[in-house]
């Protein structure tokens, strides 16, 4: 019975969810060199993400460029295109992650 | 000469009012007035604000802009935009949105794109009360 009451509580208390906070046209997160743009190819769909954990309190925000930069990297791009940014927070009770998650076109 | 007459006058009330007898009533309402005075110091102390820095980006637009026009020598102008929300208790209205506060920036000056931007958080709430919390991104808008 015990178990059954921790099980339940467990399920109650983790939870999380996935909200946009922002559709961009065009995203870098540093400066592009001066050819970058003339020459540019698509080079894939890029998904990244910057984390930080939090129990009770936060311990750091995520950082929206540290995310494009993990969608840019595997491709070796400079920049994205059509790029959603969402803010997702899986909780689990008393701690959790706050997430930014950035997709997109990437070019370079 | 002020400070003689409102001494006189909260004498006079004092006077007036009905003594209160009963030693337990008057205990009652010191201890409550003493528990008001520290809900009210303790709301005060934990009426919070706090910002911070959640990214900064070369380049950011809510619009579909051509980058070989963004040059370093086109004109810039320093633009701010923001987006904000109500907590009320521990519930946000909705969720702010950073797009929105870029847009916003392009719309206020006309830009095409925000160059040198950054992307801050800002939240002032009195806990289990209200809130307002906003994404404000601020760059040079071309």
Redesign the interface.
Known sequence: MNARRASILLLAGTFGCSVNVASLQVVAPHALSAGVAHTAVYRGWGDGESCRFWILAEFGLPQVDEATDNALRPLHGAFMRDAAVYSVHPVYGFFGWHCYRVVGEVFG | MHRNSRRAERDRAAATAPPISDPQAVRRRTRWRSALRRFAFGVTLLAAGCT?????????????????S?GSDSPARHAVGRSCIDLIVVVPTR??????A?AEALRATGGE?LTNVR?G?EIVYVPFVYGVAC?VVEGDAR
């Open positions: 911070g820095t959640t990214g900064h980006l070369a380049v950011a637009s809510t619009r579909a802009v051509d980058l070989q963004l969720m702010p949105n950073f797009g929105d870029i794109a992307i958080y994404y």
